[in-house]
């Protein structure tokens, strides 16, 4: 199983950083590595996928980066609005899995 | 305009079954690679099982066994038939689409108590 590690597990912040979020896999995983956000008693959001891959409706300040084992996901100029939980998931082998999620916290 | 609508959460005793629909509308289920996904009360997200399009299915380790994925092209309906369940598959489960999953329905909470 593909194990994904993220960190850190929380972080508060105040508006406009800039947060940054890892996720290491375990082994390998190409660039099949996606990011979601989920806010409360919400469904997750896709917002970057394969890695690096932002499309329409994602705000631009959402980028990530990353091949192999490393990933990171940067969230630029923060708004009250990124208060949410953020999650990496690997559909690069079977079980797919999730990281631990990272809380977001505005100060 | 693509929707997913889960349903058939509940509370149910440990041992027991319970079927979970999800109701698909603006794509037919034949074409898409669907799945199920978990999340227990305050924890992370869980892969739990795929149903390809083209037909294969494969399931996480934790419900291996238990849990059954099918499909009703007919009524465009994705099913997760589980049973012998546990106390840790309490959890609301999320229908999505696509690889990696775009489309999320809300969600249907099972909640597996005595």
């Known amino acids: 199983e593909i194990v994904l590690t993220q960190s850190p597990d929380f972080q508060s912040v105040t508006p406009k950083e800039k947060v940054i979020i890892t996720c290491r896999a375990s082994q390998s995983i190409g660039n099949n590595l996606h990011w979601y956000q989920q806010k409360p008693d919400q469904s997750p959001r896709l917002l970057i996928r394969?890695?690096?891959q932002s499309f329409s409706g994602v705000p631009s300040r959402f980028s990530g980066s990353g091949s192999g084992t490393q990933f990171t996901l940067t969230i630029n100029d923060l708004e009250a609005e990124d208060a949410a939980t953020y999650y990496c998931h690997q559909n690069s082998g079977f079980p797919l899995t999730f990281g631990g999620g990272t809380k977001v916290e505005i100060k | 305009e693509v929707q997913l609508v889960e349903s058939g959460g509940t509370l149910i005793q440990p041992g027991g079954s319970l079927r979970l629909s999800c109701l698909a509308s603006?794509?037919?289920?034949?074409?898409?690679?669907l799945t199920w996904v978990r999340q227990a009360p305050g924890k992370g997200l869980e892969w739990v099982s795929v149903f390809y399009a083209g037909g294969g299915t494969y399931y996480a380790d934790s419900v291996k066994g238990r849990f059954t994925i099918s499909r009703d092209t007919s009524k465009n309906i994705l099913y997760l038939q589980m049973s012998s369940l546990r106390l840790e598959d309490t959890a609301v489960y999320y229908c999505?689409?696509?690889?990696?999953?775009?489309?999320w329905g809300r969600g249907t909470l099972v909640t597996v108590s005595s």
């Open positions: 603006g794509f037919t289920v034949s074409g898409y690679y």
């Open positions: 999505t689409r696509d690889s990696p999953p775009f489309y």
């Open positions: 394969y890695a690096s």
